[in-house]
Structures are given as structure tokens and as C-alpha cells.
């Protein structure tokens, strides 16, 4: 079975972030999947409207801090009991409570990078292009318009999409293509 090619966007402007909001939440009830808001601060409800799942990130923190609180511990034992051991004061060569905060800090630290690394990831960046970028009007997404962006398959007609939007209310309505990779 051949996958579907999307490469073409109906781009809907939005006087206010309510409005975007209900719109998206309205979109998807009529199923719409893959869209997308763009606003230039973060939208109060805009990941439920969009139907997006639980965030991943927590999880990926916590790998990652577990990951570094045993590559800690493993590191500790190895050089302290086994490669290079010194009995000073007669402690332990074992000291768990000596290790303490340098396997709070490589917790920490494997944490923020799987938390930054992950973050890229999931949000697939860098993406120094999309085709939505294109459109002149779409500049203001980053200062004061509030978009929405509804994929198109190939070869499908974008006026019923178009309509539904100018009838939640967009304030401009556009077809952005883009090349088939």
C-alpha cells in the first residue's frame, strides 16, 4: 500500500489565541489529523485541542539521571575498589556515602542532556525549513498572529478546508506547496 505524500498546507490566521484554540479543537472533532498552531508564546490549551499525547520528556529524564547515577556508581567502584584502591584512615573501600555527590551531580548532569537531546528529538530540530515558512503572511507567527496549519494530501482540493476555517473564524486564509521529496 502507498503512503500518502503530503505536501501541501492550508494556513488559517486567528484574531486571538482563544479563537485558534476552538478552532483546532473543532478541526480535529471533524478529523483532521497532523495540524499544527503557531503562536508566538505557548497556547493555555493548544496540546489538548491538538489531541497530542502525554509528553515523553519526564521519562527521558529519568532515564537519563538513572543512567548517570549508575555510570557514577560503576565508575566509583571500579577505579576506588579495583583498578587503583587506597586504604586511607582505614575507610572502606566501598564508601557509599563518600560517593554521594558525585553521583548526584552525573545524575544531574546525564538528566539536562538527555532533557536537551530528547527535546530535539521529539520535536524533530533543527528544521530550518518547512515549507509553511514561505508564506509572506506567516511572518507574523512569531510576533503577534496566531496560525494554524491543516496538511493537504496530493491531489485532494483544499476549498472545503479552506471554508470550514474562514467559518471558525480565520481572518486569512492560505494554500501553501511545497516540492515532493
Known sequence: MEATVLNSWVLAEFPTPDSLVSATRQMRE?????MDTYSPYPLHGG???????????????????LTGVVTALAMQTWMNT????????GRPLLSLPAWVPITF????????FG???GLLGLSRLPQPYHPVFESE??????????????????GTDATPVMDQ???LGATQVTLVTGEKE
Do not use: M
Not at 471533524?30 to 497532523?34: D, L, R, S, T
Not at 496540546?47 to 539521571?65: M, Q, Y
Not at 551531580?105 to 539536562?112: S, T
Open 30 to 34: 471533524k478529523g483532521f489529523e497532523g
Open 47 to 65: 496540546s489538548e485541542a491538538l489531541g497530542l499525547p502525554p509528553s515523553r520528556v519526564p521519562f527521558i529524564a529519568l532515564c537519563g539521571g
Open 82 to 89: 579495583i583498578d587503583y584502591p587506597l586504604n586511607i584512615g
Open 105 to 112: 551531580e552525573l545524575g544531574v548532569l546525564f538528566a539536562a
Open 115 to 117: 532533557i536537551f537531546f
Open 137 to 154: 503572511d506567516f511572518r507574523s507567527a512569531s510576533t503577534h498572529g496566531y496560525w494554524l496549519s491543516v496538511p493537504q494530501a496530493t
Open 165 to 167: 476555517l474562514k467559518a
